[in-house]
């Protein structure tokens, strides 16, 4: 719509200024044709160039008034609003589509860049998750290994103990009971009771005595 | 050793090396009292000594040995011998569990002189571990007839038997 007005105006114009330049021509025919006449004939020549000019310029001013170029002006105004409100839509779709394309384009990015960090994220936590199950499993065999050393020395030790108390129980319960027996026995004999025995020892072992004695 | 020490005869009453030191000494302060009136009677004629009491083992001592207390021969005779037999006789050691009464002293006593040594004095002593039996020391040798050593002795079967017990105990 806007191309189509200034068309027409530029086609105006032109129109006009084909038109004066005609004006102009067939006036320096004339003038060429009347040279016969002489001085005055130039004269009124250059009368009729002013004239001519005059016309020219009040139609031109007639043509160019001043509603006319207010009118022209406005619908410059107009135009030249629609034509940057056109503008600003194209402006405003270019800036959408592109922050759309920017949303997209940092979404792709973000997502990329979170996607491996991710990644990454997941595959240190995963080696953490491994080097701690290591661990742990490590810590876990050394301690199984420690239980067992130590159960097997406990139960070593154990033996060794046992033995040693068995050892030390066969070694000493002959004193044991000998000690009972002396501690119950030890007032129950006088010596009235143990006559007999302790003369049939002696009588035993007279021979021996007598010698000892005779020395 | 001579004769008369060999025919002194120790009374069962006289059992310890100490009865005999004490026999003695009673024997010597009678021997003193006796010397000592016959110092104050000296001037009179027919004077009577006035004998001391003495105690059961000295006169079984001087019964046993026929010797009269007015006899100063004999008694002198007596004493010396005594004196040997103090320094000289032979002496069995008896260690009993318990205290020994007098009459088993006395029989023991009776064995000993009877088949070791007639002059033999016998030292008595006590030791309760030993339980039961005699612990016999003579001048070279001990002999242990204590129930003591004769446990020791059978140590061994206890030992086995007691394995035995515990081999058959529950675990």
Redesign the interface.
Known sequence: MTIEWLAFILGALAAVFLGFIWVIISVNRLQNGGGKKGKDGKKSVNDLDKAYSDIAEEDVNHLFNKEFREELRNRGRLRFEKVVDENAMFLKQDLDMTISQLNEYMKEQISSKLDNEFAEYAKAMKEAQELTLAILKKTADEAEAQRQSLNEGLQKSVAAHEAGLLKAFEMNMAAIVEHYVLEALGDQFDLKQQLPYIIEQMEANKQAMMEDMRL | MNEADKSFVLPPALVTHADLARALRELEAIENDLEAQRVRTREKEGAHYRLPSMSRMLSDTLESNNVELGDDQARMGLMTVMRHLKDHA?I?HLT??????P??LR??TE?VRG???PQ?LLAIGLQ??L????Y?R????V?D?S??AH??EK?GI??RE??KALKGAPQ
């Open positions: 032979p069995l009993f569990a318990s205290d020994a009464d009459a088993s029989k023991l064995w088949t070791l040594h033999a309760p571990s339980v039961g039996g005699v016999v003579t001048p070279n040798h002999h007839f129930l003591r446990l020791q140590e206890m030992v007691l394995e």
